[in-house]
């Protein structure tokens, strides 16, 4: 069955705090894997609240990786959000695994936008031949 | 049953293409979205694409607002991940619906983060009691 994109729910459990709590650290470990994804980064923006926790978004040209960190419970939300056929959520989500140290991991692959007819596949939107006009605002 | 957060997935089927495939529209909408569920934005990012289509992030205190535009479908896809009593995530639904004209929108609610003792709440890191300091990079 064809969908416009595959996003993977991902909960990491008991991983390792001090890391879930390094800026530096999340934001490298999510454009790592956004290039691990072989995905074309568009934006990158991360933020650190006080007392403690990291939150934070890769915009790709394929869709988006997304985190949310709670390092006191040594947990976090990962959404990896992809379209098209030349990328690899999958491999995104396995080099996050290892750089947060977790332990507990679990994934949900959820098909979204699966449009009738629903045999058909449905082209991508953004096609490699044609020239990619990115504009930020 | 307390989670750390609340994940709304939402489809929006049969929406306004034009409405869908404007840039000024689309990130107006999401930002007013994150209002009406009395959200603290951190940060916003919209990117349009060619030949088609639209993307875009509002980082919030409480997570994030998404959406990717498929205008040549009618579809977009939004999610809306927040955390905490005080937000709104199902009015910030109801905003967009009707912003984007949708005529056959579905919603998910999933929990994320639902972490042992299942039976006790776990505060949400950022209080209103505390300095926020949000640090960029």
């Given at each position: 069955?064809?969908?416009?994109?595959t996003h993977?729910?991902?909960?990491?459990?008991?991983?390792?705090?001090?890391?879930l709590?390094?800026?530096e650290?999340?934001?490298?470990?999510?454009?790592?894997?956004?290039?691990?994804?072989?995905?074309?980064i568009?934006d990158v923006?991360f933020?650190?609240?006080?007392?403690?926790?990291?939150s934070g978004?890769?915009?790709?040209a394929?869709?988006?990786?997304?985190?949310?960190?709670?390092?006191?419970?040594?947990?976090?939300a990962?959404?990896?959000?992809?379209?098209?056929?030349?990328?690899?959520?999958?491999?995104?989500?396995?080099?996050?695994?290892?750089r947060?140290?977790?332990?507990?991991?679990?994934i949900?692959?959820?098909?979204?936008?699966?449009?009738p007819?629903?045999?058909?596949?449905?082209?991508?939107?953004?096609?490699?031949?044609?020239l990619?006009?990115?504009?930020?605002?």
């Amino acid at each position: 069955m064809h969908a416009l994109g595959t996003h993977l729910l991902i909960d990491l459990k008991d991983c390792n705090p001090e890391v879930l709590d390094n800026l530096e650290e999340v934001r490298d470990a999510m454009v790592s894997a956004a290039n691990e994804a072989k995905a074309t980064i568009v934006d990158v923006s991360f933020h650190e609240f006080n007392p403690i926790g990291i939150s934070g978004m890769v915009i790709i040209a394929e869709s988006h990786l997304s985190i949310h960190t709670w390092p006191e419970y040594g947990y976090a939300a990962v959404d990896i959000f992809t379209c098209g056929d030349q990328i690899k959520p999958l491999e995104a989500a396995a080099y996050l695994i290892e750089r947060f140290e977790c332990k507990n991991p679990s994934i949900t692959d959820m098909k979204r936008g699966l449009l009738p007819p629903f045999g058909e596949k449905h082209p991508h939107k953004v096609t490699e031949d044609k020239l990619r006009i990115f504009s930020q605002s």
